[in-house]
């Protein structure tokens, strides 16, 4: 059978990798535990992480430098279409998921292919930034699962917070102001790599609709228990309040602590 060729990064890629980690030195406090497990070195895995803030980008790409992990990020056709930064997300090898359009069933094949190239692929299953008012993970969208079940790629979960203390959710709406606090603070940003793929053997059984929707309460689950030890002192309320962020139950997960 034909195998698809290794994907090797681009320079500028693995340039701006670095960058980000400049980027947030000023800004933060970086805390980065573990890595990516020493069975899916080498291999195709999907990273399927939280998303807490419009700074999460930078901080995942500054952790995973510092993890030795080159990411492929799964992001909104949005940041395609923008000037520059859309050229550079297509020449880095990005995938692009053109959500609420004809073509988002694009991005599927487009990770798939992506993993077969033995790359790591970075998605956000909540699909935006949570508006849990708790700021735990939400229920999660089914694409993460999907590209399991299309390309038998393991999911490691990873974990982030305090990056709403750097941008808090309105950002860039004064974005001055919030990075002057940030550099004037640099407060604690943490960034956690599961110690184990998580194990979708009990979504093996029914529809492939239901096998994937199951998946992704495992997977929110995974992501949930590794963003625990993280913010052990404000299980209930956040410390640092985003008071620009809007909350929305409607996609509140049931949670086991």
Same mark, same amino acid.
Request: aromatic share 4%; net charge positive.
């Given at each position: 059978m034909e $195998?698809?060729?290794v994907w090797r990064a681009p320079r500028l890629w693995l340039a701006?990798?670095?960058?980000?980690?400049?980027?947030?030195?000023?800004?933060?406090?970086?805390r980065v535990s573990g890595g990516l497990p020493a069975q899916l070195r080498g291999g195709p895995v999907i990273l399927a $992480?939280?998303?807490?803030?419009?700074?999460?980008?930078?901080?995942?790409?500054?952790?995973?430098?510092?993890?030795?992990?080159?990411?492929?990020?799964?992001?909104?056709?949005?940041?395609? #279409?923008? =000037?520059?930064?859309?050229?550079?997300?297509?020449?880095?090898?990005?995938i692009r998921v053109d959500r609420n359009t004809t073509h988002v069933a694009d991005a599927l094949p487009a990770a798939a292919k992506a993993l077969a190239e033995n790359s790591a692929v970075l998605v956000y299953p909540?699909?935006?930034?949570?508006?849990?008012?708790?700021m735990w =993970?939400? #229920?999660?969208?089914?694409?993460?699962?999907?590209?399991?079940?299309?390309?038998?790629?393991p999911i490691l979960?990873?974990?982030?917070?305090?990056?709403h203390a750097v941008l808090p959710w309105e950002a860039p709406k004064r974005i001055g102001r919030a990075l002057l606090r940030s550099l004037l603070t640099r407060p604690v940003v943490q960034v956690a790599f599961g110690d184990r793929p998580v194990d979708l053997t009990?979504?093996?059984?029914? $529809? =492939?609709?239901?096998?994937?929707?199951?998946?992704?309460?495992?997977?929110?689950d995974a992501i949930d228990?590794?963003?625990?030890?993280?913010?052990?002192?404000?299980?209930? $309320?956040?410390?640092?309040?985003?008071?620009?962020?809007?909350?929305?139950?409607?996609?509140?997960r049931p949670r086991n602590h």
């Open positions: $195998t698809s060729p701006l990798l670095v960058v980000a980690r400049i980027l947030v030195f000023p800004l933060a406090r970086l $992480t939280n998303h807490v803030s419009p700074f999460d980008p930078v901080i995942i790409m500054a952790a995973c430098h510092r993890a030795g992990i080159v990411p492929r990020f799964m992001a909104t056709g949005g940041v395609f #279409r923008a =000037p520059v930064v859309g050229s550079i997300m297509r020449h880095c090898g990005h909540e699909g935006r930034i949570g508006l849990d008012p708790w =993970p939400e #229920r999660g969208k089914t694409g993460a699962a999907r590209m399991a079940q299309m390309s038998g790629a979960p990873v974990a982030q917070w305090g990056t009990p979504a093996q059984v029914g $529809t =492939p609709g239901a096998q994937a929707m199951h998946a992704t309460r495992l997977i929110m228990e590794t963003l625990t030890p993280l913010r052990l002192d404000e299980m209930q $309320t956040p410390k640092v309040i985003d008071s620009s962020r809007p909350h929305d139950l409607s996609r509140v």
